[in-house]
């Protein structure tokens, strides 16, 4: 398709600037987004952009250091994600049969269940911090990525480069990592983004339903629950951090659409 | 095709059994018992194990799920703890809505994409193309947050939010219901319109289409007559496999509005560790999702040939 | 004045507040309309249970007081009048109360009521089988009921206690009806039957309870509303919104930023006479905190101003004690032992020998000024170098979890009572039915027990001085701030103010056109 380019680009450009801000945020950000002060939801003015927040911490810098959170934990759940479902993925597309079977029931029952749903008994059970939520979430997405992975496993396999090497006598394990990996390198770069993109959706509906990081994290999700009472007020404090969520996955989701 | 229903049936059973224990097992024995889940990590062992006895939290795993299960086949799921109220009749109010709701969302979203995609011209499609990639990305709450502000809060043609009973009036009922049916549509209306412009495109290039338009029939009754049923078949599957994750957004969807629905009994039951309420909507939820596959896997047998031979 | 107001609120923005006076701004020459509904909101609701043996919430005091006549009632200054209880006397040293009732009263349910109805209520109070939450209370204090005659009712008492005549004004004394019980058992919660202007028609767990007016009432006239119907609105913003288009009437509580927001065509804010007392509870009698030193430099790590300023405007009053320093009989003024420093607090940490790499964990109660109290406090101390994680816990189970001591270190708030007793030997005394921080000074015991056995006003409240000065050195809570909270009310509403203790009562409001 035509419009395919302009994806890209806003794609990427939007990634790059979220990048850049979440990297940056400390010294881009005008005050301390924990600092709270006597300026209680304060209207938007010259001093800050969006206004103040109900302990009157400038919900600007709170915006710019949620980059922060959202990013560390939607990549670093995709990690978690690939880290297991490239390997199973590829053992199950490649030695097929009865394994394979067993591995392709499991996925589809984990693929098949909501994900907030699971997220929310998961975090239930083993309770909300940083490094739970990513393992929750990575654990949501690594049967989606086993299963595209193992698609395009399915089909490489019969090419004739493959057969080449078994023929030639090549181990499983090196025909796997030497001819096969390579070629799926393209799929797992779009997936990742998809992931990651899903991930961060997922990560912020779990922080507004009040199942986020503890406070006094700056975390887009909560910021827009807490916002949600004074919208009469000052709607930007929900609506800023809702569309800075919106905008970082669906730039993560172009860029996934659009590498060819 | 009989043989094909009941060879589904047969594994669906132990399957669902095996996929509700693992639920009620994670539920239940994660880090010593829903004692420790209800009271917080850092309670007392004292205080944990009172509970346990209460409960009946210390019994096999398998001897506890078999009680959990013959009452739940009894209609009993016990008492919430946070509102000592049966668990039961607060899933059957919840779910009510929740169905309402979810229904009007996925009709409004069907007919919508369909219709729009079938009888717009170039620019519309085009234009909703695009606006399928927004509508698929945008969370829940914020796509709620702004309607509710747009539209409650500035322009105020609406209530902001709350449920309100079909006996309390009709019109009253619907203009309450505006928001969060648009709000979780959204999702399916990008969906459908990306699968149904797909295979749309696809229909249309085929040899009898084209042969209709030769004859000279007009686009408007080629589109309506000759494609659209024949492009429908993967929305309709679309449908059967997104009703589970129609749950998901219903969630969300419930809370920004405040509809007491069963996403937000299970969110609050969640937040006050109400672990009989946890509990049952799980398992109510997992099980519902099971028979939804189930009953699309069959309806797509009968309209594929192929996936019954598989 | 009114013209006076609105332009203030014009010209400033947001800053001017439409502030009426504690007592009712129209005059009482306007005869009660009758007819209506009276919508209350009502925000996280945690009703479980509308039966007063079993009642914990606050939330559920509002409607049992419109189901549930009292023995005797308190008026918005805490003093006492006649309900059912027509009359009493207090006899033998304060160890004897006789009460006589009204005459043709009866339950909901048409049976009668009488002194044997009264019998069997405290009765049920005191069984162990009911596991009443009023039983810890009374238990050690009553210790017979005598139906004295048909409507003459006497409790005999192990030892004087002043309190009987305010509990008597609250859940203890309202009159559940005992064929109503037996009838309904297990399920009376949610079918009360009780003398009350008001039955329940509907509830919708979370969403409304519904209450119609009892047209059998024993008060000839009342009560004037049709309905009254308590909804659950998900903030205070919203419920100020629906007073706005004449779908609520009542938003309690809110605070001054929330109050910015009325709209002075439709709402008025009465602020309450006197705030919740907000504070810093903690568990005293074993590590971390049963280290004076440590509570002491905590307690000088606070800026209670600030506090102050970020959630009340500046509005409240620094607490430095258990009740106000003024306007209840039993005020006393305040001897303060700390005063923010951070100076100070990090040389009495030292002195303490806390090791300042431990974390303390502060817990954070979802309700809006706990919540904020938490981050401000968690802030605060984070400053003063110490170590501090903040564990989030909805308001709904907040309470269950500080009994059961699960929570250590966190916000509280407490309404002033009627009596002191309520809430001093409540709160201090060793054995205290709501003693969760394990405070345990014999002295203070002591006190409070010579306070329970005299009936003079000015020595009493000279005592619970002595206690409170005790409690500044001691610090099983740090008292921070008297709020400052303000109810929106509907300008169509009339004879009802806000009560000192914070409770609801409506019975006789009513509403114009």
């Known amino acids: 398709m035509r419009s395919r380019s302009w994806q890209r680009y806003l794609g990427w450009t939007l990634v790059c600037a979220i990048v850049l801000i979440a990297i940056f945020a400390p010294w881009l950000a005008p005050f301390d987004p924990n600092m709270s002060s006597s300026k209680v939801l304060a209207p938007p003015s ?49 030695v097929r049969g009865k394994i394979d079977l067993a591995i392709v029931q499991v996925i589809d029952i984990f693929i098949s269940l909501p994900a907030i749903i699971m ?32 698609g395009q496993v399915l089909v490489l396999r019969e090419q004739a480069f493959v057969e080449a090497a078994q023929a030639v006598g090549c181990t499983t394990t090196r025909i796997l990592s030497r001819h096969i990996a390579p070629n799926i390198v393209r799929v797992v770069a779009a997936q990742f983004a998809i992931v990651t993109s899903t991930s961060i959706f997922t990560a912020a509906s779990l922080s507004f339903l009040g199942l986020g990081l503890p406070p006094p994290a700056a975390d887009w999700g909560g910021m827009v629950q807490s916002g949600f009472d004074f919208m009469f007020l000052n709607p930007w404090l929900s609506l800023a951090p809702g569309a800075a969520v919106t905008l970082t996955v669906m730039s993560f989701y172009m860029i996934g659409q659009t590498v060819d | 095709m009989i043989r094909f229903i009941l060879s589904r049936l047969a594994f669906f059973v132990p399957n669902v059994l095996i996929m509700t224990f693992l639920l009620f097992a994670v539920l239940s024995g994660w880090l010593g018992s829903p004692a420790s889940m209800m009271l917080g990590l850092d309670a007392s062992p004292q205080a944990i194990h009172d509970l346990n006895r209460l409960y009946g939290f210390d019994d096999p795993i398998i001897q506890q799920y078999g009680r959990w299960l013959w009452a739940a086949l009894h209609g009993d799921f016990g008492r919430s703890f946070a509102t000592q109220q049966g668990v039961t009749s607060m899933i059957a109010d919840a779910l009510q809505i929740t169905v309402e709701l979810s229904l009007w969302a996925i009709t409004l979203a069907a007919l919508a994409a369909i219709g729009l995609n079938s009888l717009g011209g170039r620019r519309l499609t085009n234009f909703i193309s ?159 999702m099971m028979i939804t596959n189930l009953l699309a896997d069959i309806v797509l047998a009968r309209i594929n040939p192929q996936v019954r031979l598989s | ?19 009426s006076t504690p007592w009712p701004v129209v005059a009482q020459q306007e005869t009660p309309r009758r007819g209506g509904t009276l919508n209350v909101a009502v925000i996280h609701d945690n009703t479980k249970t509308l039966d007063p043996r079993l009642s914990i919430q606050l939330d559920e005091r509002q409607v049992l007081f419109l189901l549930y006549n009292t023995l005797l009632t308190v008026q918005p200054d805490f003093s006492l009048k006649p309900d059912l209880a027509k009359e009493w006397s207090v006899e033998n040293d304060g ?25 069997w209520n405290i009765e049920q109070r005191l069984d162990e089988k009911v596991k009443s939450s009023q039983r810890p209370q009374l238990l050690p204090v009553i210790a017979s009921v005598e139906v004295v005659a048909p409507l003459v009712v006497a409790f005999n008492l192990n030892y004087a206690y002043p309190s009987l005549l305010a509990d008597l004004a609250d859940r203890a004394g309202m009159m559940v009806s005992p064929a109503g019980s037996e009838k309904y058992g297990a399920d009376f919660g ?30 000839q006239g009342e009560p004037y509303l049709d309905e009254v119907v308590f909804r659950t609105v998900p903030n205070a913003v919203l419920g100020l919104q629906r007073i706005g288009i004449g779908e609520i009437d009542v938003v309690a509580p809110l605070g001054p930023s929330e109050i910015r927001q009325i709209d002075p065509r439709t709402t008025r804010a009465i602020k309450f006479p006197v705030g919740r007392w907000y504070a810093l509870q903690w568990q005293v009698d074993k590590p971390p905190f049963n280290n004076a030193k440590l509570r002491m430099a905590i307690a000088h790590a606070i800026d209670r101003n600030r506090i102050n300023q970020i ?14 320093p003024s306007g209840l009989w039993y005020a006393n003024p305040y001897k303060p032992t700390f005063q923010y420093s951070p100076e100070k607090a990090r040389a009495l940490l030292k002195e303490s020998g ?43 189970e907040f309470y269950a979890r500080v009994v059961q001591k699960v929570v250590n270190f966190t916000p509280t708030s407490w309404g002033q009572r009627a009596d002191p007793d309520s809430l001093y030997y409540f709160l201090l005394h060793s054995k205290g039915t709501g003693n969760t921080t394990g405070y345990s000074n014999p002295q203070t015991d002591r006190l409070l027990e010579q306070a329970r056995s005299i009936t003079n006003r000015e020595e009493r409240a000279k005592i619970y001085g002595e206690v409170q000065d005790l409690f500044m050195q001691d610090l099983p809570y740090i008292p921070l701030v008297l709020g400052a909270d303000y109810v929106a009310v509907s300008t169509k509403l009339r004879n009802w103010v806000p009560s000192p203790d914070s409770y609801a009562r409506f019975q006789g409001a009513w509403k114009t056109a």
Request: charged share 10%; hydrophobic share 50%; glycine share 10%.
């Open chain 1, 46 to 94: 010259a001093a800050n952009w969006i206004g103040t927040d109900h302990l009157g911490r400038d919900a600007f810098s709170r915006l710019l250091w949620g980059a922060r959170v959202s990013l560390v934990i939607g990549l670093a759940a995709t990690v978690v994600g690939m880290g297991i479902g490239i390997p199973v993925g590829m053992f199950a597309g490649y």
């Open chain 1, 119 to 150: 997220a929310l008994i998961i975090t239930a059970v083993i309770g909300v911090s940083l490094p739970n939520l990513i393992i929750v979430l990575g654990l949501l997405k690594w049967p989606i990525i086993a299963r595209i992975v193992r």
């Open chain 2, 130 to 288: 695009t606006f399928s990639v927004v509508c698929i990305t945008i969370p829940n709450f914020m796509l709620g947050a702004t309607l509710i502000f747009v539209f409650a809060i500035y322009l105020r043609w609406l209530p902001t939010s709350a449920w309100v009973p079909w006996s309390d009036g009709i019109v009253d009922h619907l203009l309450h219901l505006v928001l969060p049916i648009i709000t979780l549509s959204a999702f399916y209306f990008g969906s459908f319109s990306m699968i149904y412009r797909a295979e749309y495109r696809s229909v249309m290039n085929q040899l009898f289409v084209r042969v209709a338009k030769a004859k000279g029939i007009s686009d408007t009754r080629v589109s309506l007559q000759h494609v659209l049923p024949n492009s429908v078949l993967p929305v309709i599957t679309f449908i059967g496999i997104s009703l589970g994750q129609l749950m998901g957004g219903a969630v969300v969807t419930e809370v920004v509005f405040s509809l007491p629905g069963i996403g937000r009994l299970f969110v609050a039951g969640i937040r006050g560790n109400d672990y009989p309420v946890i509990l049952a909507v799980g398992m109510i939820v997992l099980t519902g």
């Open chain 3, 1 to 19: 004045m009114l013209i006076h107001r609105r332009n203030i609120i014009k010209g400033m923005g947001a800053s001017a507040l439409a502030v």
């Open chain 3, 95 to 119: 160890k004897r109360y006789v009460f006589t009732l009204q005459d043709g009263v009866k339950f909901q349910d048409g049976t009668p009521f009488d002194a044997a109805a009264v019998k």
């Open chain 3, 190 to 219: 949610r079918n009360p039957v009780g003398t009350g202007p008001f039955v329940l028609k509907q509830w919708i767990q979370g969403t409304n309870i519904t209450l119609t007016r009892n047209p059998n009432y024993w008060r």
């Open chain 3, 311 to 324: 959630l009340f405007d500046g509005e409240g009053t620094i607490a430095d004690g258990l009740s106000p």
């Open chain 3, 354 to 396: 806390w090791n300042m790499d431990e974390p303390i964990t502060l817990w954070a109660p979802s309700e809006a000024v706990y919540n904020k109290t938490s981050q401000l406090v968690g802030e605060q101390l984070t400053a003063a170098g110490l170590k501090v994680t903040l564990s989030p816990i909805v308001q709904s």
